[in-house]
């Protein structure tokens, strides 16, 4: 099958993607492992996420948010925003085919996509295409290290992908591994709901509240990098005192550089570090 443009994942990059190609009157296909768009968004996120930034910043094009929608949307107003985004362009992905392989043929100038059709039991198809677009996102797939003496371990294991609330551990032990966003985030959401609750930092944390955040991205645009970041650390040691009395650890890279260079995410706080202070979160260290 062939089109001017295969676009390869239906998250927000893809159907981005798929309605400014719409608006310009550019052919496309729009390939999908799973079996509705956003999937990351619908399967695998937790009640009570909302976007970590202004709600300016994370429209997608050609469709501003709902004026009634909060500065910092929750999950469901934004999978509303995304169905709704869907309809006005008329997006549909062709949904359950995963892609095993890409190559360009320089005579003919052409993209050659192969992808497994599981709706037929995985048998393979090629699509064909002037350009491709692959935007599978940088968050896609779980990552479940082996850590030694888990499969004794008596008690619920889940990734923090199949995490939904709080409510089912009430009266429990919890131990969140990894302080990434999700980590951080789940371990607050844990705690409101009275479990008794301990993360594993392993590695040194940039934690930021969400205005450092969107201040650090308007400034980047006109200040070097180096200022910005010496700035924001500044004012997260100032509004998040006292980090080594709970044992954590700032990098000595800045939250911004970090980004840029390692594409690793700071923390981006929305009440973990009170309960961390509180004691009503524990943060402990992994054995060397």
């Known amino acids: 099958m062939e089109s001017t443009t295969i676009v390869v994942g239906a998250g927000p990059a893809g159907l981005a993607t798929a309605a400014c190609l ?18 990351l968004w619908k399967k695998k996120t937790y009640e009570r996420l909302h976007l970590h930034l202004p709600k300016h910043t994370c429209e ?14 929750p999950r469901n107003d934004f999978l ?27 005579d003919s100038k052409r993209w050659h996509i192969r992808a497994k059709n599981m709706v037929e039991g995985g048998g393979e198809e090629e699509y064909i295409g002037r350009y491709l677009v692959v935007a599978n996102g940088e968050s896609c797939d779980p990552l479940c290290p082996h850590i030694e003496g888990l499969s004794s371990f008596q008690g619920k294991v889940i990734h923090s992908t199949q995490y939904k609330s709080g409510r089912e551990y009430q009266g429990k032990n919890v131990l969140v591994v ?58 997260s040691k100032f509004a998040f005192s006292g980090f080594s009395r709970y044992g954590l650890r700032r990098p000595r890279e800045g939250p911004f550089y970090s980004k840029i260079t ?18 009503d979160i524990k943060v402990l260290s992994p054995c060397p």
């Open 178 to 235: 990894g302080a990434g966003n999700s980590g951080w985030e789940i371990s607050l959401d844990l705690a409101e709901h009275g479990v008794r609750t301990s993360i594993v930092v392993r590695s040194p944390v940039h934690v930021l509240s969400r205005g450092m955040v969107s201040l650090g991205v308007f400034l980047v645009q006109y200040l070097p990098l180096n200022v910005v970041d010496t700035l924001i650390v500044m004012l």
């Open 80 to 106: 509303q925003y995304l169905d709704n985004y869907v309809d006005h362009f008329h997006i549909n992905p062709l949904y359950l085919r995963r892609v095993v392989g890409a190559s360009f043929d320089q």
């Open 22 to 39: 719409t608006q310009n009157s550019i052919p496309y296909l729009l390939l999908e492992r799973e079996d509705c768009f956003a999937p």
């Open 60 to 73: 997608l094009p050609l469709m501003k948010f709902p004026s009634t929608y909060p500065n910092y949307v």
């Open 262 to 279: 390692f594409g690793k995410f700071p923390i981006i706080d929305v009440g973990t570090y009170k309960k961390i202070k509180s004691g």
